[in-house]
């Protein structure tokens, strides 16, 4: 192995500055060298000499009192990716993959006003399945989707409370009879709620303790797209329009 290679070939110089710029967490302005140090679980020296070299290029800025912060190409970087971003290149593998591992059809649904929209989704492969026309507008207190929006938009209720706790919900039944679905909070940056994500189908195949065993993937998936859609995991909560969709 070569000396500058981490053990999956990638080039630990490179992982050891981008675990420095991914320590700053959302809303955090500054950080010492000795918390940088603690959370990326480098040598202070190690973490010093990665900083200036960041620094360097303007993707840090060490403060008067000794203290670092992001630097302006941080910035810059990001608008490049929110010029470039394609949501639909985010949102469908994600739902793609949760299709192949659950065999149901997945979808992910934003709000708009009072109702909630099916923005993206992605049909499974077996013969009988729930079939929703993108676009529609649906109640939002009727399935599991809209109430995990509502519950995540600060709707009160003891069914919206449980839900919170838990971080998903799934229903059977109520909007359409016989149709079962699973849905999981999506979060994007500014504490801002995007929308849901839920895997559909009939009753049959979908009773209550399989939608309790599907919920761990749900929930995952929706983890996964908010850490895509907003580079951080933290909760937000403020439904987005699906004509002005964007993280």
């Known amino acids: 192995m070569a000396p500058h290679s981490g053990p999956e070939g990638g080039v630990i110089a490179v992982t050891r500055a981008l675990q ?8 955090e302005s500054h950080l010492s060298l000795a918390e ?5 679980g480098l040598h202070k020296t190690t973490v010093l000499r990665l900083a200036r070299t960041l620094a360097m290029s303007g993707y840090m800025v060490q403060r008067d009192d000794g203290e670092w912060r992001l630097g302006p190409s941080t910035g810059w970087l990001g608008a490049r990716y929110q010029a470039g971003f394609d949501v639909q290149n985010v949102l469908e593998p994600a739902l793609r993959l949760l299709t192949q591992s ?7 649904y934003v709000r708009e006003g009072n109702v909630r929209t099916c923005l993206v989704r992605v049909e499974g492969q077996q013969a009988l399945r729930h079939h ?10 009727q399935g599991s989707p809209g109430r995990v929006i509502l519950a995540f938009s600060g709707e009160p209720g003891r069914i919206y409370e449980q839900i919170r706790k838990q971080g998903y919900q799934w ?21 801002r709620l995007l929308g849901s994500v839920c895997i559909s189908g009939p009753e049959l195949r979908l009773p209550p ?28 909560a403020a439904a987005l329009s699906p004509s002005r969709w964007h993280p």
């Open 171 to 191: 229903s059977i039944g109520e909007r359409e009879p016989g149709v079962s679905t699973v849905s999981a909070p999506v979060f994007g940056m500014n504490r």
């Open 132 to 141: 929703v026309r993108m676009g529609e507008g649906l109640p939002l207190d």
């Open 20 to 27: 420095v710029l991914d320590a700053f967490a959302l809303g």
């Open 102 to 108: 659950s065999g149901e059809s997945a979808a992910f």
């Open 209 to 236: 303790n399989k939608l309790e065993q599907l919920a761990p993937s749900v929930m995952d998936t929706a983890r996964q797209l908010s850490y895509a859609l907003a580079g951080n995991t933290a909760t937000s």
């Open 36 to 40: 940088l140090s603690r959370r990326c």
